[in-house]
T-cell receptor, first 112, second 117 residues
Framework: GEDVEQSLFLSVREGDSSVINCTYT??????LYWYKQEPGAGLQLLTY?????DMKQDQRLTVLLNKKDKHLSLRIADTQTGDSAIYFC????????????FGSGTRLSIRP | GAVVSQHPSRVICKSGTSVKIECRSL??????MFWYRQFPKKSLMLMAT?????????EQGVEKDKFLINHASLTLSTLTVTSAHPEDSSFYIC?????????????FGPGTRLTVL
């Protein structure tokens, strides 16, 4: 079946790097996504990676994909207070091409 | 990126009344829109897939007579919560899929918070 798992909370110091981890079960995943949700708001697509890629970097964001272990991570360099939000890992699969399966979200809090 | 709007952003209603939520793609055409429900501190659960000009496809466990979906045009889908009850209180988020330029990407609306008293 399809399942996406994330830890619920992460606290980091301002200026440090944040690493948010995600595991998934469906080996037929096509795209894997990271979304950001600020309080009371909808979802903003931060970045995505195609399943045949290992890494993608976009400014302060680095996505690593270990397809063998079905593990996805998002690294935010130089974490700022504006990065406080809930981060959702998500995937689409060959068996459900239009359906996005979301993880439970990781709440990132920044301490001074 | 493409913009998706939802209206209203917040609604409070009495138990037993019906509430309509609109989802609009503002600068692109969306043949497919999706409706999600998000419980507090939980992930998004897909409720239904709405295709323009045809009936919506509901996920298992979602009552189609309770949550009426209409996708009358390429830029508008509506979700009507009929005979709302307090347990329907939730954050409802829509997304619209753009296939422009060969991409297949969903853009999310800002969400509608429904409170049923």
């Amino acid at each position: 079946g399809e399942d996406v798992e994330q830890s619920l909370f992460l606290s980091v110091r301002e200026g440090d790097s944040s690493v948010i981890n995600c595991t998934y079960t469906d080996s037929s995943s096509t795209y894997l996504y990271w979304y950001k949700q600020e309080p009371g708001a909808g979802l903003q697509l931060l970045t995505y990676i195609f399943s045949n890629m290992d890494m993608k970097q976009d400014q302060r964001l680095t996505v690593l994909l270990n397809k063998k272990d079905k593990h996805l991570s998002l690294r935010i360099a130089d974490t700022q207070t504006g990065d406080s939000a809930i981060y959702f890992c998500a995937e689409t699969t060959y068996s459900s091409a239009s359906k996005i399966i979301f993880g439970s979200g990781t709440r990132l809090s920044i301490r001074p | 990126g493409a913009v998706v709007s939802q209206h209203p952003s917040r609604v409070i209603c009495k138990s037993g009344t019906s509430v309509k939520i609109e989802c609009r793609s503002l600068d692109f055409q969306a043949t497919t829109m999706f409706w999600y429900r998000q419980f507090p501190k939980k992930s998004l659960m897909l409720m239904a897939t709405s295709n323009e000009g045809s009936k919506a496809t509901y996920e298992q466990g979602v009552e189609k007579d309770k949550f009426l979906i209409n996708h009358a045009s390429l830029t508008l889908s509506t979700l009507t919560v009929t005979s709302a009850h307090p347990e329907d209180s939730s954050f409802y988020i829509c997304s619209a899929r753009s296939i422009a330029g060969g991409r297949n990407e969903q853009f999310f609306g800002p969400g509608t918070r429904l409170t049923v008293l």
